[in-house]
Structure formats: C-alpha cells, structure tokens
C-alpha cells in the first residue's frame, strides 16, 4: 500500500485533493476531518460507500460531489454491502482481466453513522465482515441520529438528551447503556478493530493505515463529535474530544485478530467524567441535583470498562 | 479461464435449473445471492457450477436479499455483469435496492420465481411478488416455461446492457409449475449463447479511477422530478431495443418473442389475457372451445409487463367482443392490475372498437387453474359477448371454495 505521511496539522489541512472542502457538513462538525484523515492516509485508488446519514446529505446533493473519488451511496443500511459488491466486482474483473488499470491498487472503504451502523445497518456490516470482504468499515459515531435532528440510537450513551430519549421532569434522558460496538466486532473475528478519535489525529492516521494495509474485514469506531446535538460551541470540536479521551468516555484502543487487545493512548491526567459532561447541552439536566446519580453512574463505568481493558491488554489473550 | 460445458441440443430441464444455465453462459462478474423457495435451486445450481470451475465471476452468498440486491448494486457500479434470483418475501425485502438499482440505471438480471405473499405464509405460486414491484422501474419480462426462462435471461442481458437502455432488468417465471417442471429445452452452446449476448461494456465504472463518478446522490424538488422523468422515458423507450433483441434472438434460434404474445386472436370474439403458465393453460382451452363448440376463443399474454405493451395490447383487443383480465394477485380493494392496464389501454381507441372487459382473480397461494375452468371463463365470455354486456360481477374470484365472490355490477347503458 502506499502510505502517505502527513507531518503537521498545516500539512494536514491542505493535504487532500480527494475530498473536497466544499460540502454541507454543519462548521464544527468532525466527520469531514475524519473523512479526510482517512483519504490522507493513503496514495491507494479508493471506492467509497456511504450509508445514508449526514456525511452522504451533505457531500452529492446533485449536480455537485465533494468526492474525487468513486464513491456510492444507496440506503441507509447497506454501505458495507455496496462495498462488498464491489469489492467482489474487482477481484472478478481482475481474475478476468477486464479492468482498465490492473495494477494499481485499490482499496474499499464504507462511512456509516452510529444510527447505521449500530442499529439499521447492523445486519450488513455483520454480513459483510463474516464474509471477509477486503474492506475498512468506519463508522463516525456521533451518538445519535443527527441527520435527522437529533433521535436517540443504540450508541447514544446513558443519560443523554435527544429527541426520542428526552431529559424532561420525570426523565433524565436515555436509559440504556450505549451498545459496545468495538467489542462485538471484534468477536466476529476481524483482523483489525480500533476505536479512535480526530483529537489524537496521529493515532488515527496509523489506525486508518493499519485498517487499509490488512487484508480482510475491519472495523474501525470513531468519535465524531456533534456540535448541533451535542450542543457545544462550533470552535470546541476537538477541545470536546479531547475530554471524550481524556475522561476515558471514549478509550483510543485497538483489537487485534478478535483478541489481542492495544491501549493506544493512556491520558497523563485521567480527568472525571464531568468535565467531559459539563461542556455540552446534552448533559445539562444530569447536573440537577436529582440527576447526580447518573453521573456517578456512568462515572463507574468508565472506572471499571477502563479496568477491563487495562486487563484484557496485560492478559495477552 | 472456466471451463465449458458440453450441451445437448435437447436437454430436460426445469425453469430453475434453465436459468441457472443461462447465468452460467453469460459469464456473471458477480452472484450475490440469498436462498428462499422456490428460487433456491437457481443459487443452488450456480453454486455447484462454482464449485466444478464452470465460473469465474465471485459467487457471494450474503446474509439476506437486501443485502444480495445491495451487493449487486455496488458490483454492478464497479463495472461488470450481475445477477440474481429471488422470490416472494425475498423479492419484497429487496424492494427497497430495486427503486435503487433503476434509479442508478444498472443493468443487473433479476431472476424472480413468482411466489405468493405472506401472510398467511405460502410457498405456492402466484404473481403477488411481481405486482409488489411493478413500478420499481425495471424491465421485466416474463417466461411462461423453461425454455422461456432460458432465452428470456440470455435476452435479458443484451437488453439490459444496452448503452440505450442501461436498466435493471426482470425474468419471471411461476413458482414450481415452471421452476420445478421439468421439460424438454433446447441450449445454444456455451460459446454462441455467449456471442450472442457479448462481453459486459462497462459504463461510469467505480474502477475506472481516472473518471471519478458519484453514485446515488441526493435531489431534492430541484432534480428529483426531471431524473425520474427520464428514467421512465428510458424505461418507455427500451421496447425499440427489447424488439430488436428478440429479433436478433430469432435469427439466432428460430424461437420468436414479441412484446405482446397474441394466439388465435386474428378472429377472435372472446379472449383471455394472462400472465404465466396461465397462457398456455388458456391456449389450450381456447383450441378445444374453437374445435369443439365453434367459440372464437384467442388469448393475450404481455411477455414484456414493463414497458407495458399498451399499443399491440389495444391493437390485438380492438374490435373483439370480450376479454377477460386474469389477475393471479389480490388487489385488494380495486380491480386487478392487469385488469387495470388493460382498461386504460382500451379507453384510448373509440368505444365501437372496445370490448367489455371483465376481472378474474385466480390461482392465489398456488391453487391450481386447468384448462377446464379456462374454458367455462371463455364460454362465459363469450355469453357476455352475445348479449352485449357484462352479465356477471365485473370482478370475480375464479377457483375459490364457498360461495361465489364478486364485486361491481356492470351498467347496461
């Protein structure tokens, strides 16, 4: 594969010519940067589905495309599938001797939201990875259906607002723990699984990499921080990520072959998780005095998923 | 480099088993397939050609028919031939992706055993499948045997693949009584079938990286109407292509296709007009009612259901006395879709020239339809015919247990 490096974030802002800067993504937003950490990270042709979400309303509404690239979209659900396809298309045509440019590599990658990728197109993205498509599924996890204004998914975290999960006089907002996607993912037995985020770019350009380099199916979650439902300022997206990280809310590690497990970045100062909370709208009612408990709540499991992956990565296994 | 496969100029085989073939020859980039009855043995069959070396495209066994019509969608974007086979609830879980597949103008050959829908549950033949997606934008033709399944999915590539045409296309077969039926069918050999359909020309490839293109984008008011506008004229204008490859077809075979399959009508008075097994069901009927009670009996039968042959069907209904509109599909709650198409055929020509029209609803779940209850339809027919109006229910439920079920009365004047 050939790798592109990008040494500083000055490099990093004007390195992409396959993304274009031009599209709809609300300012603030971290699903371009993420876009774009993944188009930098490679030299490779690229075939890239989307799943019907923010990315995909805010980058081909016709007659304009920010994508200088091949690139589909087709439902909601079905990215992976659309990469899948197409992935088996090229192994096809290359077999048969019918592509136009044989020798140049190529790599399939599919976006989808957390609410595609958690919930609708679950079944897809399990399907497509249990059949070992050579393909990078990256899912920009923004904890909530927000393309459609802000309704609750199977990622939103406990004690969130949304719209479909309120915090109201009798409620403090989503009940349910957020679904542990990295864990089932790498339990179907991908080759490589991560979770990272936009703040430790670095990282996450070496995860990407790594993802793109490995034949077969991998999964990478990534924190996309979401100024118009998380409701902090547009400026703040990575000064929010990086409380994400450094509270521990979102852990920057990687699965290897379904088990070997990598803590890539350990915060010097592991900040309570109120801080994180406290800097967005979503989480303001958890401040009520009613409502501290919740915040106790997650707080313990932050501590104790923490643990587990500080023992999972000593154990080797 | 697959190996070939030597054929017999007479083999017997079943409607499944015939297109299965028929895939085989194209030399399909790409299979993304999921089983469901009574479709099962096209995939089934293509798998073991897969397994001997008959194939080199990638077989992909996905995890639903959405997904199997999904992975067509995205291998047929990367540049290539595609195809699949489904039925029934299959077919209506990959409806979704069919709206998607026409609206991206890729040309992927769908093979659907007509079965009925659920619920309750039936595995049985009828044509609610195919209704369930008639406006889904694709060509779709329709086999009424196994041979017709074969030919009908060599043409189908050819008239999909079309630079002017660049569709989604359709081949029906009926459930069982076609997939499972064995019978004789006549191959072309592996290298003519394949010359006769071509090599795949790719257009707008995903893997052409010096063009880059941009798959199913989003139109709001502003285009929306204007990309479906000409998607339905592309549609529309496909029958000048269809007809040229059924001539081609011809020349190649002997074996003659028309847009709109017409028997006995040249003097008709009565006719049926169907879909599937059900025509030669209703041919057969029709020859003993002319040999042994002198009832001018023809019938009518769209092999191409989209486009809707709606001249040759006015033309050959024009001047006749009565047809009947056989639906093997519950509308329910209006009249049958053919019924309909046909009504709205026959309002474009004066009202001398038209025929009373009446509806049969029939062979639900796969409840059988001979040839003797085709008969007592025509001699109805024809009883309407000679007293000049509709002397039954407009809509009739044919072959149902109980008591008798109608709806609408006709009007004498």
Redesign the interface.
């Given at each position: 594969m050939a790798i592109r490096s990008v040494k500083n974030l000055k490099e990093f802002s004007t390195a992409n010519e396959r993304f274009e800067g031009a599209h709809l993504l609300c300012p603030g937003c971290a699903h371009s940067m993420i876009v774009r950490e993944l188009m930098n990270a490679t030299d490779d042709?690229l075939?890239i589905?989307t799943n019907t979400g923010c990315l995909?309303?805010s980058t081909?509404?016709?007659?304009y495309?920010s994508?200088?690239?091949?690139?589909?979209?087709?439902?909601f659900?079905?990215a992976a599938?659309?990469?899948?396809?197409?992935?088996?298309?090229?192994?096809?045509?290359k077999?048969?001797g019918?592509?136009?440019?044989p020798d140049?590599p190529?790599k399939f990658v599919a976006f989808g939201g957390d609410g595609s990728t958690y919930d609708i197109g679950f079944?897809?993205l399990?399907?497509?990875v249990?059949?070992g498509h050579d393909f990078t599924y990256i899912c920009l996890d923004n904890e909530n259906y927000a393309n459609t204004g802000g309704q609750r998914s199977s990622s939103t975290p406990v004690g969130a607002h949304t719209s479909t999960a309120q915090a109201g006089r009798v409620s403090y907002g989503k009940k349910q723990k957020k679904k542990d996607m990295v864990a089932i993912m790498a339990a179907h037995g991908a080759p490589y699984v991560a979770q990272l985020a936009p703040n430790k770019w670095k990282i996450m350009a070496k995860g990407f990499q790594k993802a793109l380099e490995t034949e077969g199916p991998c999964f990478i979650n990534t924190v996309s921080a979401c100024t118009t439902e998380w409701k902090f300022d547009a400026k703040d997206t990575i000064h929010i990520t990086d409380l994400a990280t450094d509270t521990l809310m979102f852990p920057i590690y990687e699965i290897i072959n379904g088990h070997e497990l990598n803590i890539l970045y350990r915060p010097k100062n592991v900040l309570p998780v109120e801080e994180y909370l406290a800097a967005q709208g979503r989480y303001k009612h958890l401040f009520k005095p009613e409502n501290r408990h919740v915040i106790e709540r997650i707080q313990k499991e932050i501590d104790e998923k923490w643990e587990y992956l500080q023992r999972r990565e000593e154990a080797k296994v | 480099m697959a190996e070939k496969m030597e054929l017999k100029s007479t083999e017997v085989w079943d409607g499944n088993y015939a297109a299965a073939q028929a895939l085989r020859q194209a030399q399909v980039?790409?299979v993304?397939a999921y089983p469901i009855t009574p479709s099962t043995p096209i995939v089934e069959t293509y798998g073991s050609f897969v397994a001997n070396g008959y194939i080199?495209?990638?077989f992909?066994?996905?995890?639903?028919e959405?997904?199997a019509m999904?992975?067509?969608?995205?291998?047929?974007?990367?540049?290539?031939r595609?195809a699949t086979a489904t039925s029934s609830q299959g077919f209506m879980l990959m409806i979704?992706?069919l709206y998607?597949a026409s609206g991206m103008r890729l040309p992927i050959v769908l093979n659907v055993v007509n079965r009925a829908i659920a619920s309750p549950l039936n595995v049985r033949g009828d044509h609610g499948d195919m209704y369930a997606g008639r406006d889904s934008g694709w060509v779709q033709l329709d086999a009424f045997n196994a041979q017709e399944a074969y030919d009908l999915n060599l043409c189908a590539f050819k008239i999909g693949e079309d630079i002017n045409v660049r569709l989604p296309v359709m081949v029906h077969q009926d459930g069982f009584v076609t997939s499972h039926t064995a019978q004789n069918v006549h191959p072309l050999s592996d290298d003519e079938a394949y010359a006769f359909i071509g090599d795949?020309k790719?257009v707008d490839e995903?893997?052409?990286?010096?063009k880059?293109?941009?798959?199913?984008?989003?139109?709001?008011e502003d285009?929306h109407y204007e990309?479906k506008a000409k998607q339905h004229r592309a549609l529309m204008d496909s029958y000048v292509v269809i007809d040229r490859v059924f001539e081609a077809f011809e020349k190649k075979t002997g074996r003659k296709y028309k847009r709109l399959e017409t028997y006995m009508m040249e003097d008709a008075e009565v006719a049926i007009l169907a879909l599937g097994t059900t025509v030669e069901t209703s041919i057969l009927a029709a020859k003993q009612l002319r040999e042994e009670e002198g009832i001018k009996a023809g019938v009518v039968a769209p092999r191409v259901i989209r486009p809707f042959p709606l001249n040759e069907l006015r033309a050959a209904l024009a001047g006749i006395k009565c047809v009947a509109a056989l639906d093997r599909s519950c509308p329910m709650g209006a009249m049958g879709a053919l019924y309909n198409e046909t009504c709205g055929a026959l309002a474009t020509i004066p009202a001398e020239q038209r025929p009373l029209v009446t509806n049969f609803i029939y062979g639900l779940g796969g409840r059988d339809f001979a040839v003797d209850e085709a008969k007592r339809i025509f001699r109805e027919q024809k009883g309407h015919a000679d007293v000049g109006h509709i002397t039954t229910h407009v809509q009739q439920f044919s072959g149902l247990r109980g008591p008798k079920l109608g709806f609408y009365e006709s009007k004498r004047s």
């Open positions: 042709n075939v589905a995909e309303v081909a509404v016709y007659p495309t994508w200088d690239t091949s690139w589909i979209h087709i439902g659900e079905n599938t659309a990469a899948a396809g197409a992935e088996a298309m090229y192994k096809a045509r077999r048969k019918t592509l136009k440019d140049a190529v079944q897809w399990s399907g497509a249990e059949r | 980039d790409v993304a080199d495209g990638e992909v066994m996905v995890e639903s959405h997904a999904s992975g067509c969608v995205g291998a047929a974007a990367a540049g290539g595609v979704e992706v998607q795949y790719p995903m893997l052409d990286f010096s880059p293109v941009t798959y199913g984008a989003q139109t709001e285009w990309h």
